[in-house]
Every structure is written in C-alpha cells, then in structure tokens.
C-alpha cells in the first residue's frame, strides 16, 4: 500500500472549515483513500473514503486530485468536538491492510 | 449502522492472568476482523487479521501464542492475552470490515480496551 505525508499538526477556528492535506504520490490505481480520525482515548471513526471521484457525506468532503497524488479533507464547519488526529490511509479496497502513520494533530480553537 | 463494540472496556490484572478481550459487530456480519494495538502516544500498530472459521494471521513480532485470537462466529471475535506481564498493557483496539461490493470496504472501530496489568 502508498505511504501517505500529512502535516503532524494543525489549527483551526471554531466554525470555520477545516482542510486537512494527504500526499500519497505512489498510489496505484486500485488504492482507496481513506481517511479516519481519532478522539483521545477512542477508537478511531471511520469519516470517508474515495477512489477518483469527490466524495461527500454528513461528515466531510473529500477532494481527490485528477493525478491522485494528494487529497484534502474538508470538515465544513469546524466545532471543538472535531479535534483529534487525523489519519489519511492509502488501501486497496478489499484487500491490504489500514497502516496507520502519525496523522495530522487537528486543534479547533474558540 | 456500523457499530462495533468491545468488552470490557477497562481492565486491570495482575501478572501472569489471561485476560479476555470480546469484539463485536452489532449490525452489520464480519467475515474478517482485526486486533490493534496502540501504546501511549504512539499510533495503531496492527497485531493480527482474524477471518471467521479459520486461524488468524499475525503480523511480525507478535507472539501468537501469547495473543490468542478466535473468531468463531461472523459476529465475535476474541482476544486473550495469556499469561500477561506489566509490558502488555496497552490500549486494544479491535476493527471489523464491512464489504462493500466493490466500492471500498470499510473498517469499524471499537472503542478499544484499556489493560493495564500489575
């Protein structure tokens, strides 16, 4: 499976929209991208994932580039209960496994 | 929909006990589940694949005789830590895919089991 790079941290304020950057420039085309989050001391959530198209549900948008190379999550509306790491994983769909890196540190400020 | 759950959620034991974890998928029937582990600040290291039926898969490293795993049914799967020591104690994590087709299957999350052994 790709190796994804996100960010180790970022800042948002509440009530603004959250775009949280993945690279992952060796993807291969049978490779999902997936993205969960994890509160402290939770499982992680399960928020999105797409192949090539855009994706969007209740929870975020997820936005695919035409190469595939890089995505970015967008939470719309952030709220101080969306802090928590957020981890970007590259997979193929029924196969492989969920490695988890480092993820991004996402801190909601009032 | 999707709903795993785990049992317990905190437990703490003394040295040299097994410790049974239990992995559920509430709505949804797993064919496959997984057990993670994941240590103070540190991210989600995967310990083994469990498919329903079969004997599960472990990753390097982890000692699967010492972490028993049993996925009898296509909604429980279990994990017991035999004979644990004060270095097994940690944050366990258990997941459950749900096949989706073609589109993407997807795991679910428990909300993990906090061991901690004395």
């Known amino acids: 499976d790709a190796k994804t790079t996100q960010p180790p941290s970022m800042d948002c304020a509440e009530g603004r929209a959250a775009n949280l950057p993945c690279n992952h420039s060796t993807i291969s085309g049978n490779e999902y991208v997936y993205w969960y989050r994890q509160i402290h001391s939770q499982g992680p959530q399960y928020i999105i994932h797409g192949l090539k198209n855009n994706e969007t549900n209740e929870m975020a948008s997820l936005i695919i580039t035409e190469d595939r190379k890089s995505s970015t999550l967008i939470l719309p509306h952030a709220t101080l209960r969306d802090t928590a790491v957020y981890y970007c994983?590259?997979?193929?769909?029924?196969?492989?496994?969920?490695?988890f890196g480092k993820g991004t540190k996402l801190s909601v400020k009032p | 929909g999707a709903v795993v759950s785990q049992h317990p959620s905190r437990v703490i034991c003394k040295s040299g006990t097994s410790v049974k974890i239990e992995c559920r998928s509430l709505?949804?029937?797993?064919?496959?589940m997984f057990w993670y582990r994941q240590f103070p600040k540190q991210s989600l290291m995967l310990m083994a694949t469990?498919?329903?039926?079969?004997?599960?898969?472990?990753e390097q490293g982890v000692e699967k005789d010492k972490f028993l795993i049993n996925h009898a049914s296509l909604t429980l799967s279990t994990l017991t830590v035999t004979s644990a020591h004060p270095e097994d104690s940690s944050f366990y994590i258990c997941?459950?895919?749900?096949?989706?087709?073609?589109?993407?299957?997807?795991?679910?999350f428990g909300p993990g089991t906090r061991l901690t052994v004395l």
């Open positions: 469990s498919n329903e039926g079969s004997k599960a898969t472990y």
């Open positions: 997941s459950a895919m749900l096949l989706a087709g073609g589109q993407g299957d997807t795991q679910y």
């Open positions: 994983i590259a997979k193929r769909g029924s196969q492989g496994n969920l490695i």
């Open positions: 709505d949804f029937q797993a064919t496959t």
